[in-house]
């Protein structure tokens, strides 16, 4: 089985935006998208891939199977509630296409302090916080 049995799932309140700046900036590809058939703006179930993770999203919508989880956005928040890092081979090259695509960048290359590896974190258009680094856990098992 590729990839890791841990798949972060987010909403978005543009999720059709919010692929193609994912895919754009940060270098995804779809793997699959179920857009509702009386309205393509809403995206029902969405699957992204770089190299072997995969990360899982959907429009924030009003509605009764929504509700339970009280779904919102980080900028409705107000506050960032989660992070998501992802492993790249170079942290520099893959911050320069993420800014030349539009990311907000908001903490730039920078060398990790007290373990290996060199990372930077940006913003989505949405205030999800993503974190690329070098560091790869894995490869740097205990």
């Known amino acids: 089985m590729p990839g890791s049995p841990v798949i972060p799932g987010l909403r978005y ?3 059709p935006a919010a692929i193609r700046f994912l895919c754009d900036a940060f ?3 779809v793997r699959a998208c179920y857009e509702d058939e009386a309205d393509p703006h809403v995206v029902h179930h969405a699957e992204l891939v770089l190299g072997e993770g995969m990360v899982m999203l959907g429009s924030a919508r009003d509605g009764e199977g929504e509700s339970l989880y009280s779904w919102t956005t ?3 928040l107000g506050g960032v509630t989660t992070c998501i890092y ?3 081979p170079d942290a520099d090259a893959h911050c320069l296409h993420a800014r030349n695509e539009g990311a907000v960048v908001v903490s730039e290359p920078h060398d990790n302090q007290g373990y290996p590896g060199r990372g930077y974190e940006a913003l989505d258009p949405e205030g ?3 974190s690329f680094g ?3 856990p894995w ?3 205990v």
Request: glycine share 4%; hydrophobic share 45%; aromatic share 14%.
């Open 13 to 15: 309140a543009d999720a």
């Open 27 to 29: 270098g995804f590809e």
């Open 74 to 76: 980080p900028r409705e």
């Open 86 to 88: 992802v492993v790249v």
């Open 128 to 130: 999800n916080v993503w």
């Open 134 to 136: 070098t560091y790869d």
């Open 139 to 141: 490869a740097n098992s």
